[in-house]
């Protein structure tokens, strides 16, 4: 992969640098969408953070920067986004982090995450959020949130609710950001029947 662009942008208060190739997604700027979708977001210092689906790393290196790098996960399935995000952590200074390799959440072992954070596709069908949301939900600690931006509403609201059972709808620009808390260990009108169990397995540098 050749990196071919630089970014040197200032998100909240934090400096950040990025390395990216023509061949990822929003190589040139930082992504209006995330930008709006960050701003939405108030990280805490006991957060454990999941950026699914990193890109270069912009929403894991931002969290890492606030909350430590120890406590920050970042997985994509493409092999090009993987290695620019492990030169972006290594340029921001944050490379206590966990970066993976995985298809969805195949790699990642790792449960009890206060933060999933995703800015999904707009433009495919919807069987990636799908799995993000119903999959999502098992691997955040009860009282965790999962947000994501999008421009689409009904089908993200109506399934977030039929998981969740409920969420929350900032509109900001032309964004829509969904956050929905986890509040029980069961999917919304599950009753006492579990949601799929997920091996509770912690990643040593967790």
């Given at each position: 992969m050749r990196l071919s662009h630089a970014i040197h942008a200032k998100v909240g208060d934090i400096d950040?640098?990025?390395?990216?190739?023509?061949?990822?997604?929003?190589?040139?700027?930082?992504?209006?969408?995330t930008l709006a979708m960050l701003s939405c977001i108030h990280f805490e210092?006991?957060?454990?953070?999941?950026?699914?689906?990193?890109?270069?790393?912009?929403?894991?290196?931002?969290?890492?920067k606030v909350v430590g790098a120890h406590r920050v996960w970042m997985l994509d399935n493409d092999p090009a986004a993987i290695e620019?995000?492990?030169?972006?952590?290594?340029?921001?200074?944050?490379?206590?982090?966990?970066?993976?390799?995985?298809?969805?959440f195949e790699n990642l072992?790792?449960?009890?995450?206060?933060k999933i954070i995703c800015n999904p596709p707009?433009?495919?069908?919807?069987?990636?959020?799908?799995?993000?949301?119903?999959?999502?939900?098992?691997r955040l600690a009860v009282g965790g949130t999962l947000y994501?931006?999008?421009?689409?509403?009904?089908?993200?609201e109506n399934k977030l609710k039929s998981i969740f059972g409920g969420c929350?709808?900032?509109?900001?620009?032309?964004?829509?950001?969904f956050e929905a808390v986890k509040k029980s260990a069961n999917y919304a009108g599950m009753g006492s029947r579990s949601a799929t169990a997920v091996p509770r397995r912690r990643d040593a540098r967790g």
């Open positions: 950040l640098r990025f390395e990216t190739a023509a061949e990822l997604f929003s190589p040139r700027k930082l992504d209006r969408g210092p006991a957060d454990r953070v999941l950026d699914f689906g990193c890109a270069y790393g912009l929403v894991g290196i931002y969290a890492a620019c995000t492990l030169r972006n952590v290594t340029l921001n200074e944050v490379t206590g982090v966990t970066v993976l390799l995985s298809n969805a072992h790792e449960v009890g995450f206060t707009y433009h495919v069908n919807f069987s990636l959020p799908k799995l993000l949301i119903e999959k999502g939900f098992n994501l931006v999008t421009k689409r509403r009904r089908w993200y929350r709808v900032r509109e900001v620009e032309s964004y829509l950001v």
